[in-house]
C-alpha cells in the first residue's frame, strides 16, 4: 500500500486498530532500526504491551487467540518491505530509502536496508509474477531486479542519515 504524506502537514485518521500507529511505527523502524514502537497502543493489542518485527510482518490479529494473517505453519517465510521515498528540493532529485524484513518460521526477523537513488517507488520492483500469482521479493531477490546494495542495520541506518542530511551519532539516533 502506498502512503503520501503531504509536504507540510499530513494527518492520519481512522478507526481503532486500523493501523494508523503501524504506518508510524513503520516508518520510525525503516529510518532508525528502532523497534520501540508505539506503547500506548501495543499495550491493548499485544497483551504484553510490546509490539514486535513479527507480529508485525505476521499480521497478529488477535492476541488472546494468538491468530496471525500469515501463520507459520502456512507461511514460512514473510517478505516484507517498508520503502521510503524522498524528493531533494535543493537538487532536484528523487531517492527511495527502504528496508526488508525476512521473517522465518521460527518468527526470527532479519532485515535488510537499501537506497536507490534518482528513483521513485513506482520505478522499483517489488513483486514477481509465477504461474499467474503475485509474490513479495525476498532480499536477494530485489537486489538482482533492481541491480542494488543489500545493507546490514547499521551501515543502512548510517545511509539514511546521510542521504537525508542528518548529522547524528549511532547513540543519537534512537532518540
Same mark, same amino acid.
Given at each position: 500500500?502506498?502512503?503520501?504524506?503531504?509536504?507540510?502537514?499530513?494527518?492520519?485518521?481512522?478507526?481503532?486498530?486500523?493501523?494508523?500507529?503501524? @504506518? /508510524?511505527?513503520? &516508518?520510525?523502524?525503516?529510518?532508525?532500526? !528502532?523497534?520501540?514502537? %508505539?506503547?500506548?497502543? $501495543?499495550?491493548?493489542?499485544?497483551?504484553?504491551?510490546?509490539?514486535?518485527?513479527?507480529?508485525?510482518?505476521?499480521?497478529?490479529?488477535?492476541?488472546?487467540?494468538?491468530?496471525?494473517?500469515?501463520?507459520?505453519?502456512?507461511?514460512?517465510?514473510?517478505?516484507?518491505?517498508?520503502?521510503?521515498?524522498?524528493?531533494?528540493?535543493?537538487?532536484?532529485?528523487?531517492? @527511495? /530509502?527502504?528496508? &526488508?524484513?525476512?521473517?522465518?518460521?521460527? !518468527?526470527?526477523?532479519? %532485515?535488510?536496508?537499501? $537506497?536507490?537513488?534518482?528513483?521513485?517507488?513506482?520505478?522499483?520492483?517489488?513483486?514477481?509474477?509465477?504461474?499467474?500469482?503475485?509474490?513479495?521479493?525476498?532480499?536477494?531477490?530485489?537486489?538482482?531486479?533492481?541491480?542494488?546494495?543489500?545493507?546490514?542495520?547499521?551501515?543502512?541506518?548510517?545511509?539514511?542519515?546521510?542521504?537525508?542530511?542528518?548529522?547524528?551519532?549511532?547513540?543519537? &539516533?534512537?532518540?
Amino acid at each position: 500500500k502506498t502512503i503520501p504524506i503531504g509536504k507540510s502537514l499530513s494527518l492520519i485518521t481512522g478507526e481503532n486498530e486500523c493501523g494508523k500507529s503501524t @504506518v /508510524l511505527d513503520a &516508518i520510525k523502524y525503516a529510518f532508525t532500526g !528502532d523497534t520501540d514502537f %508505539n506503547k500506548a497502543s $501495543s499495550a491493548t493489542r499485544i497483551g504484553s504491551g510490546r509490539r514486535t518485527l513479527a507480529s508485525y510482518t505476521r499480521c497478529l490479529l488477535n492476541t488472546d487467540t494468538g491468530k496471525y494473517a500469515r501463520p507459520s505453519g502456512s507461511y514460512p517465510n514473510v517478505y516484507t518491505h517498508i520503502a521510503l521515498e524522498y524528493h531533494n528540493e535543493l537538487y532536484d532529485t528523487d531517492f @527511495v /530509502l527502504g528496508v &526488508i524484513l525476512e521473517t522465518n518460521s521460527s !518468527d526470527n526477523v532479519d %532485515n535488510y536496508w537499501y $537506497s536507490l537513488e534518482n528513483k521513485k517507488l513506482k520505478d522499483i520492483f517489488f513483486f514477481k509474477e509465477f504461474e499467474g500469482k503475485k509474490y513479495v521479493l525476498s532480499s536477494k531477490q530485489f537486489r538482482d531486479k533492481n541491480k542494488t546494495e543489500i545493507l546490514n542495520k547499521n551501515n543502512g541506518v548510517v545511509k539514511f542519515m546521510t542521504m537525508t542530511g542528518l548529522k547524528l551519532q549511532n547513540e543519537g &539516533i534512537t532518540k
